[in-house]
């Protein structure tokens, strides 16, 4: 992590004898580190003194990695008749090809951003990225009274910025959004990953005795735990399946947080066969809730989740420092859970100390250590005899 600087005072002679390789942290500093041999002596040129002794070293190898590499010769003198000034020349610079695979454009199993389909109304336009988001900043602006409900009994309301409904007398009661004519007119792709991320902050405006700031029940003992529920509508038998917002990942009282999900719709499980209707329904809230919700985004990951194609290989950890990640910045994928049904990856904000913000990823709730958040790499990126860094905060 320092700098490997060679450098000269002295003419060069054939064989650079005089030529020193120091590798300084700071140099002339009290930090200066000497790039030493094994035997704790300046490695100098074709040659290293080991006790009172000489011998020739011959010709080496070194890596340079986080650091500078300055290659520095005599520069001569002005003198008329001085020796002429020389440059030492590197012998030899090599640089393994870095690999570069075929990217899966194959759904279930991609490594690229998915091309949308076309839509089934008009076969020449193609359907967008993103099939939902919602940001309820104008009152239905975005058509969402068309597609949001509240359950039976409730009424979604719009509250600057946000919709909004409650207090919820049922747990089945809840946001419900109802994409059915969105799947019809852009045909969901078999096996494809879509992320679902959205904001939400529960309220219990009635309630004396829970106020704002304090923890929910989901947190302290998972009880009252919300969901996010899907309901494939279908001829004959309905698909439903549910992911929960766990310990670790629900806010306090009155204040937003951000929730994220992947989901898959595969031909081979029913879900896109025979179907007459699709919804998600977000439910299980505790009763007397007000929930509110914003920025909802239903969405195919974009590039944004994949590695650049031009160089697949120059970064194997995708969206490492959570800073652009998809879902307005708040999905962990590609990151994934080991155990979801326990806890999920969180993207939080924090002051970066400079007047910014940082974004980094939290696991908590963890029940054992092997909870933990993952991510595949491109096993084609990894060649046998080749250096690779990993750094990590």
Known sequence: QGILEASDTNAMSDDNASLTIELTGEPGSANEVPFQSAASEVFKGDNVTVGLSAFSAGYKAFLVAGGELRVRGWDGAAAEGAPAGTWTRLLELAEAPMPAPILSDVAGEEQVPLVPPMRTSDSTVQCPRRLVHHTFDTPNSQGYHQVWSGGDGQIVHDEAGHIELGPLTYDWQGPRLDFTDIARECPLIDSAKYLVTMKIKIDFPNDPNISTGDTMSCEENRTGCPRLYRRIM???????????????????????????????????????????????????????????????????????????????????????????????????????????????????EEDDGAGGVNRFYRNRKRRGTNHNMRQYINTDCLVQGYVYTLSIR
């Open 234 to 348: 279908r001829g004959i038998g309905n698909r439903n399946v549910a992911k929960d917002i766990q310990q670790g990942s629900i806010g306090k009282v009155g204040e937003w947080f951000h929730f994220s999900t992947v989901w898959q719709f595969k031909k081979s499980d029913g879900d896109l066969t025979d179907v007459v209707g699709n919804v998600f329904f977000l439910d299980r809230f505790p009763t007397g809730a007000v929930v509110s919700l914003d920025d909802f985004i239903f969405e195919l990951p974009s590039e944004k989740s994949y590695p650049p194609a031009v160089d697949s290989c120059g970064e194997l950890i995708i969206n490492g420092d959570a800073e652009d990640n998809d879902g307005g910045g708040f999905s962990y994928h590609p990151f994934y859970s080991t155990d979801p049904s326990y806890y999920n990856p969180l993207v939080l």
